[in-house]
């Protein structure tokens, strides 16, 4: 099995764009899809990215994912970043055989 | 809409045991892959167990295994989780969620029902 490292914290600026990392310790980022998630105080995740970088319905475009196989990371992209995206973001992927993965959360707070 | 609704949540004693339900409505629940995922109090999503749509396909967080057991009843639109020899790590808000259709995430969410193992 393998695990997603998230750091713990990241801040940022009203405006600015911010990117949350999410590395994976064995096998390639590449081979499963990754999902991210974002869940504010008292509520449940909802998605934000699937499939490395698709956008449900409703997320706004300022959200975006990718993919690097050189550090075998995801990343999160929020750009124009808002007050209202202040929440945990979680990283999530899983190997060929269904075991799922997620990571251990990076809390996002917009100063 | 689509709605999932947990219960069977509450207070056991470490070695006991508990089972969660969730009650589906709002879309064709046999067409869907099912997944419990939990959260201890102030820490992170892990998941814990899949389920096919049909029941034919079973997986397990390594945690769980050989202590928890993952069902459901399509006719009734419920997913269950017999959750035996509980240990206080166990303790945890535990969600109900959809897998999407033929793609792999997770798009709808229950609100989760509060387990907690103590003496």
Known sequence: NFVLTQPHSVSESPGKTVTISCTRSSGSIASDYVQWYQQRPGSAPTTVIYEDNKRPSGVPGRFSGSIDSSSNSASLIISGVKTDDEADYYCHSYDGSDHWVFGGGTRLTVL | ?119
């Open chain 2, 1 to 119: 809409e689509v709605q999932l609704v947990e219960s069977g949540g509450g207070l056991v004693k470490p070695g006991g045991s508990l089972r969660l339900s969730c009650a589906a409505s709002g879309f064709t629940f046999n067409f869907y892959n099912m997944h419990w995922v939990r959260q201890a109090p102030g820490k992170g999503l892990e998941w814990v167990s899949s389920i096919s749509n049909t029941g034919s396909y079973i997986y397990y967080g390594d945690s769980m295994k050989g202590r928890f057991t993952i069902s459901r009843d399509n006719a009734k639109n419920s997913l269950y989780l017999q959750m035996n020899s509980l240990r206080a790590e166990d303790t945890a808000v535990y969600y109900c969620a959809r897998r999407a259709d033929d793609s792999p995430h997770l798009d709808y969410w229950g609100q989760g029902t509060l387990v907690t193992v103590s003496s």
